[in-house]
């Protein structure tokens, strides 16, 4: 295990099957099968024509997605990050690491806590999936051991992140805990169900460095503290952080809590994302057609950014869509090039696609005021407009103070820009400026479930033109 540094950030849930499948932050156990298709794409590589002419945008789609591609031996799925291959070079020691900590659960001991940290696309996420299906597959002790992953990424507030895990053990609808309870009766729901569970409860909290930047570390405080608490279940907490910086946050009672382990992921060198490509590339494409010097482009694109392996596998799933659109027949360095060049547009609209809830609103609402004006416009304008939109749509608008967290976390994902700027006597405030291109955000929140009640009225076929131009953009990467 390497020593650690002062840092960590946090991942993503799994769940038991009987949580509802549309709580974005919950990734369902079947959509991370190492080794395995996603669920929702396996029929993609799969020869049977659909029976008759295709009748709405979604049957057409798949109808697209089933035609046998030139390129692709199956599913395009295994280029994508829901895909959790079935071997993970150079992380050999990491997942040792990580099973090491995790091992004592097997004999039904309590494993300490454990913070997994490195910059984005390092594998940690990836790892911990294996390590999860790894120990998942010593089959007698599932009913003694229960992994939840909760990605918070796309969690808002404490309250949303009890709320999810105590639901991930609801066995029935009366069990789920609502919205609009007191936090401290969430706390006791949570605990109620985890009690009716039993058990060791391994609690993975996938990017927890951006909710407590965005909600504080109250919520790891409690959660940190919850065995004493607990009567039946005991639980560990694996926290994963992008953050290096993380723990520095942390008020001192959880840092050491959550320090009890540190594992340190770094960054891949190109050579390293060169065997990663590879094995992928096997494994999505049909022989020959990855011409020689396309995976070393892809691997020394990513390898400048971070050493970051999504951006790595994002590049060669472009390049293949880019050769496919030129109707090529096998993929070369150029495509890569293009790739490239598309990328920095996806990586924008995939960033708002995976914004928490009220971030989305939030960024929408700054969007339209600055489609309107064309020029900067202050927080306080900002906040009606959320608050409106917030309204609209039926959520309960959340305080200035945690928007104003909001602005800072779109700017430091280089969204917006937000300056200080003074009004009149001693009043300061933040004047905004949108940082992306308009015509691509707009219509990528449009097209997300929450907002579209509150976008602009879509030009026919619009949708359907959008998302056959990029198919990227309908899932995860
Ligand atoms: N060592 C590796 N071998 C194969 N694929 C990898 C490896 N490391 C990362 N990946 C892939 O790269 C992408 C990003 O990895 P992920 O685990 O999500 O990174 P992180 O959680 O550190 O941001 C995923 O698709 C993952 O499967
Ligand atoms: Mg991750």
């Not at 794409?41 to 945008?57: E, K, L, T, V």
């Not at 959880?254 to 096997?282: C, G, H, M, T, W």
């Not at 970051?308 to 090039?337: G, S, W, Y």
């Amino acid at each position: 295990m390497s020593p650690a540094p002062e840092d960590r950030p946090a991942e993503a849930p799994e769940r038991p099957a009987n949580v509802a499948a549309t709580n974005p932050a919950v990734a369902p156990v079947s959509d991370r099968k190492p080794g395995g298709v996603p669920a929702a794409a396996s029929s993609a590589g799969s020869a049977a024509a659909p029976p008759g002419p295709p009748s709405s945008a979604g049957e057409f789609l798949d109808s697209i997605l089933q035609t046998k591609s030139e390129l692709f031996r199956g599913s395009r799925e295994v280029l994508r990050d829901s895909y959790v291959p079935s071997r993970l070079p150079h992380r050999e020691n990491q997942i040792r690491a990580v099973a090491e900590v995790l091992a004592p659960a097997l004999h039904g001991d309590l494993p300490s806590n454990l913070l997994i940290y490195g910059k984005i696309g390092t594998g940690k996420t990836a790892v911990v999936a294996q390590v999860r299906q790894d120990i998942q597959r010593r089959a007698d002790t599932a009913d003694r051991l229960t992994f939840v992953t909760v990605n918070c990424g796309t969690i808002d507030t404490a309250y949303s992140l009890l709320q999810t895990v105590g639901n991930t053990f609801a066995k029935s609808e009366p069990d789920r805990i609502p919205t609009g309870w007191s936090l401290d009766r969430v706390q006791a729901a949570m605990r109620r169900l985890m009690d009716a569970r039993g058990g060791t409860i391994l609690l993975v909290l996938d990017e927890i460095d951006r909710l407590v930047a965005r909600s504080g570390d109250n919520v790891l405080y409690t959660l940190s503290q919850i065995n004493t608490e607990l009567e039946i279940a005991r639980m560990v907490l694996v926290g994963i952080s992008n953050d290096l910086k993380f723990t520095n946050h942390l008020d001192a009672r959880v840092r050491s809590r959550l320090n009890e382990e540190k594992i340190l992921f770094p960054p891949y060198d190109a050579i390293q994302l060169q065997d990663i490509l590879r094995d992928r590339a096997r494994e999505a494409f049909k022989d020959g057609v990855v011409d020689p010097g396309v995976v070393e482009r892809c691997a020394a694109y990513a390898a400048l950014e971070n050493g970051d392996a999504r951006r790595a596998l994002a590049l060669l799933r472009l390049a293949a869509e880019m050769a496919e659109r030129d109707k090529a027949k096998r993929i070369t360095p150029d495509h890569v090039v293009k790739a490239k060049n598309r990328l920095e547009q996806d990586v924008i609209v995939e960033c708002c696609r995976t914004l928490p809830p009220h971030c989305k609103v939030l960024l929408y609402a700054i969007l339209q005021s600055y489609e309107r004006r064309r020029n900067g416009v202050l927080t306080g304008e900002v906040y009606d407009s959320y608050k409106r939109l917030a309204e609209r749509l039926g959520l309960q608008p959340l305080h200035a103070r945690s928007i104003s967290n909001y602005v800072s976390e779109l700017e430091s994902l280089g969204l917006i820009r937000a300056t200080i700027v003074s009004r009149g006597r001693g009043g300061r405030t933040r004047e905004i400026i949108v940082d992306v291109p308009l015509s691509e955000t707009m219509p990528a929140l449009e097209e997300d479930p929450l907002i579209a009640p509150v976008g602009r009225p879509k030009p026919r076929g619009q949708m359907l033109l959008t998302n056959f131009d990029n198919p990227g953009r309908t899932g995860p990467y």
